[in-house]
């Protein structure tokens, strides 16, 4: 990981530069990375998205199905695998430009030892850690979410509670892993429309520091 100011850091090759958006089942991220993805100039990219596009059929649609399906985190080595050649796809095909694109990562990297994996990859400017202390807040839009969307890992209120385990022991520490002054915490418990305030409140400086005016 680099964090230093220069614009763009390379190692080994490409290097994308990053915000990671950070935040627990059911906070809003999915919501909120809908609505920064419309953005010209801002590349989203969603693991759980990643994963749920692969072929079921294919070995790695058959291993996420396996782990998500329980609620499980996909091995960090085939996550990152996955994660490397899905980045170098969306270079390949022009939908993502690392030189002028500000690039948010969602769901990943999911525990310390996927960030250490992905750091020499990203200049991260900033963690976004999207916070909401009633979790049975989150219970229920995943309940409403799961009507709609027809998800196999948020159908089971089982899986949906253990899920919830597995970011509190995994993902959270994230935050005391990264350097303080590249945490924002983000109030998650209020309308879409705020959070996304609070959010662009954060990334449009980097964007117009760090970044050309994208092309429209
Ligand atoms: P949520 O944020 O609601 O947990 P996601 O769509 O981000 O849902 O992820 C769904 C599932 O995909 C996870 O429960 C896990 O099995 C798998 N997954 C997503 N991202 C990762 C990751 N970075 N590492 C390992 N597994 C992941």
Redesign the pocket.
């Known amino acids: 990981m680099t964090t230093d100011k220069s614009p763009l850091h390379e190692v080994d090759g490409l290097c994308y530069q990053a915000v990671i958006l950070v935040g627990p089942?059911?906070v809003g991220?999915g919501t909120q990375g809908k609505l920064l993805a419309g953005i010209p100039g801002i590349f989203h990219v969603?693991?759980?998205d990643m994963?749920r596009e692969l072929d079921v059929n294919s070995k790695c649609g058959q291993i996420?199905q396996q782990?998500?399906g329980i609620?499980?985190?996909?091995p960090d080595h085939i996550?990152i695998k996955i994660w490397q050649d899905y980045m170098a796809a969306k270079v390949h095909e022009q939908v993502y430009r690392p030189e002028s694109d500000l690039l948010i990562l969602d769901?990943?990297?999911?525990n310390i030892a996927?960030a250490g994996l992905i750091g020499p990859y990203i200049k991260l400017f900033k963690v976004i850690y999207m916070v909401c202390e009633d979790r049975e807040v989150m219970f229920r839009r995943i309940r409403g979410r799961s009507l709609k969307e027809n998800r196999i890992?948020d159908s089971e209120e089982i899986v949906v509670r253990y899920?919830w385990d597995v970011y509190k022991r995994e993902t959270e520490p994230l935050i005391d892993y990264y350097p303080q002054d590249l945490i924002r915490i983000i109030d998650a418990d209020t309308t879409a429309a705020d959070v996304l305030h609070q959010i662009l409140s954060t990334l449009v400086p980097i964007q117009k520091n760090y970044f050309k005016p994208p092309v429209m």
């Open positions: 089942p059911g991220k969603s693991s759980g994963f996420f782990y998500a609620g499980k985190l996909v996550t769901g990943i990297p999911r996927q890992d899920r």
